[in-house]
């Protein structure tokens, strides 16, 4: 992978692209202006709240690695906003252990997905892994977007059924 390093800061050019004669490096830039929706310019205050939802809900982490990159001066007290909560409680509804097996093959299907670094030639940036139960048996899959997992699901659960495996 081609990189670009100066002083503390290093572009990798992760997005590789097959073209007709070799590989394409390109790397995946967001214009300051598409992050903030407003002008942050150098030396700009911001209220660290305000910036949390123009990033995107963003970490607190983030948004000081992320403020301190741009020399923004954050202001005010990090504080969970309301749909940061709302998101994190319902994550938490989702066992993350079971004490019981199943014995029904298919029965119950227990899913997780993983982000990759770089996109994959078809475009897919997140992978599904979906583990049976009762046989451990595995199928991957891959998303472009977190969101497509319960449609591949479906298609998995429907192609078992039809092949009669369960
Ligand atoms: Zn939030």
Known sequence: M???TKERVTIK???IFKTSKGLLGAVHAVPKAEIAGVSLEEGKT???NKLHRILGHATEETIRETAKFYKWK?????TACDACRI??????DVAKTTNTKSTVPGERLMF?????????????????IVVDDCT???WTVLLKKKSDLGSKLVTLIKTLKGLGRW
């Not at 998101?87 to 938490?92: D, G, S, T």
């Open 2 to 4: 081609m990189t670009l």
């Open 13 to 15: 050019f992760d997005r």
């Open 46 to 48: 911001v209220d660290i």
């Open 74 to 78: 954050l202001i005010g007290k990090f």
């Open 87 to 92: 998101a994190n409680a319902r994550q938490k």
């Open 112 to 128: 997780d997905i993983s982000s990759v670094s770089a996109k994959s030639y078809g475009g897919n940036k997140y992978w599904g």
């Open 136 to 138: 451990d048996k595995v």
